[in-house]
């Protein structure tokens, strides 16, 4: 999970694009980049960081010119720690291609070495990223060789890189002297969307991770990039669009409406925050269902994603909502810090409990998810210690039962609370008096209600389903032996995903 975003202009973008990344903060927290064009020439400032820490005015004004992209980065392949993996990724060759990309491959080790030995292409980091950057730098030479580059010959490119590549991708390049790509995977998992504004230098064009990055700067929502499409904006911001995948299907992220993305984003015409409370209102059937709603005084939130959930099940059970804990604004979302133990740390930083919405009360508490079940044993201590007589919890998201290889960082079924548990298991190890989760078919239609058109979700963290079809039982074994060989150091340094089946080099 990242955010990212991309302009064409005729004006300076450097503070645009750092606008929209402010705006995309909550999808990464760990690094930031901004690239931006001047003609051929390409300006870049990255590293670790968030937006405010990584850009100093010295670093804005060192990033002119009228097209740009940028990207807010949350590791989930590489090195979380390694500066070179932060985003953008630049190749000289052809013309000179800066990407970001949000996602995941789930066949880079296999993509890595065809690149070596065959397109003769030279990867330097363990990022997926560049090696998705070189795929498309290697089908763009080939589609334009001996060929003024058009539009027809991107969308050549593209139709290649599809063919190719596997995972969850949408994407952002810059093409230098030439324009702006974007494209999303064949099954849409990731989200991506595009906008235009008029200014007074004449049209502009932006796309980015969510909806709330366009009108947030003042852009005018168009359309999501559809599944296995590409949208090309040349420098005058004509907007060129096709179909570049043979079997495209619509199955956004649920997770994304769960806890990932901006209540106020709408991602493939389904608003986050009303699937939240949806979500909220099938949620309080399995409470009403599991126990006597007689049995609850007060429900509370956690912040801040399962808030509009929270809501809409008091409402449902008819009792009081009251906000319970206080958060630190000034700390980061515990779920994507990397190292458990930083994690650990973090709870009671993040969250304060207020006393007098506890004590002598049974309380319910409403989250999101519940995904290595050390923050909801912390949180649960935590109303137990403010004085509550009985804690209840509830999840608006089924159990986390299997990893998630698509750009969530879940990598190994060791680190899941609900991976070979009951439900009771999970009660009793967080410590709650009772525990209710959501239904998966109940968390589905809470969402799919809301665009009828869609196929389907992605949802194999909670249904062991994985939707490309090149993820097998291999690849976890692996995935969870380069995990464990990297240990769990100091500042929690891991790589994140490594895939690797065992018919691969």
Avoid at 369 to 378: A, D, N, W, Y
Avoid at 431 to 448: E, F, H, N, S, T
Wanted: aromatic share 6%.
């Amino acid at each position: 999970m990242c955010g990212i975003v991309g302009v064409i202009s005729k004006a300076p973008v450097n503070q645009l694009i750092y606008d929209a990344l402010l705006l995309l903060q909550h999808r990464g927290q760990d690094a930031a980049g901004i690239v931006t064009a001047m003609g051929t020439k390409v300006f870049m400032h990255k590293a670790r960081g968030v937006v405010r820490d990584v850009f100093r005015t010295r670093n804005m004004r060192a990033l002119p010119g009228s097209v740009g992209l940028g990207q807010v980065r949350y590791p989930t392949a590489g090195n979380a720690y390694n500066e070179e993996e932060a985003q953008p990724f630049y190749v000289n060759a052809p013309f000179g291609l800066v990407l970001v990309h949000n996602g995941n491959l789930t066949n880079a080790h296999a993509l890595k070495h065809e690149l070596f030995e065959v397109d003769r292409r030279h990867i330097n980091t363990e990022s997926d990223s560049e090696v998705l950057l070189n795929v498309l730098a290697h089908e763009l030479e080939i589609a334009a060789r001996d060929l003024p580059l058009t539009p027809e010959q991107v969308f050549k490119a593209v139709s290649a890189v599809h063919r190719r590549i596997k995972g969850s991708y949408a994407v952002v390049c810059l093409i230098a002297g030439y324009g702006l790509l974007a494209f999303r995977d064949p099954f849409g998992i990731r989200p991506l969307c595009f906008g235009e504004a008029d200014v007074p230098e004449g049209k502009e064009v932006m796309v980015a991770s969510e909806s709330v990055a366009l009108e947030g700067t003042g852009h005018k929502f168009v359309r999501d990039v559809a599944p296995g499409e590409a949208v090309f904006v040349d420098l005058e911001g004509r907007v060129h669009a096709r179909q570049c995948a043979e079997n495209p299907t619509l199955h956004p992220c649920v997770f994304e409406f769960v806890y990932l993305a901006r209540p106020d984003s709408v991602i493939d015409g389904m608003s986050v925050y009303q699937a939240r409370l949806n979500m909220g209102e099938t949620l309080a059937q399995r409470v009403i269902s599991t126990m006597p709603p007689s049995e609850i005084d007060v429900v509370i939130p956690i912040p801040e994603s399962s808030r509009p959930a929270a809501m809409q099940l008091a409402q449902k059970l008819g009792k009081p909502y009251r906000e319970g804990f206080v958060k630190n604004r000034y700390v980061g979302r515990t779920f994507i810090m990397p190292g458990q133990s930083v994690r650990k740390k973090s709870v009671r930083q993040k969250l304060n409990a207020i006393a007098q919405e506890f004590k002598g009360r049974n309380v319910l508490l409403v989250d999101d998810s519940i995904v290595r079940g050390t923050t909801s044993k912390e949180i649960v201590q935590m109303a137990r210690e403010a004085g509550a007589r009985k804690v209840y919890m509830a999840s608006a998201a089924p159990p986390v039962r299997y990893p998630n290889v698509y750009g969530i960082d879940m990598p190994t079924k060791s680190e899941l609370i609900a991976h070979d548990r009951s439900v009771e298991e999970i009660r009793a190890f967080i410590g709650a008096d009772a525990l209710i989760y959501q239904d998966v078919a109940a968390m589905k239609r809470a969402v799919g209600t809301l665009n009828k058109s869609i196929d389907g979700f992605e949802a194999s963290c909670f249904d062991g389903h994985y939707i490309t079809g090149d993820v097998s039982a291999e690849d976890f074994v692996a995935m969870a032996a380069q995990r464990a060989s990297q240990g769990d150091e100091e500042d929690g340094q891991r790589s994140r995903l490594a895939l690797q089946s065992a018919s691969e080099p």
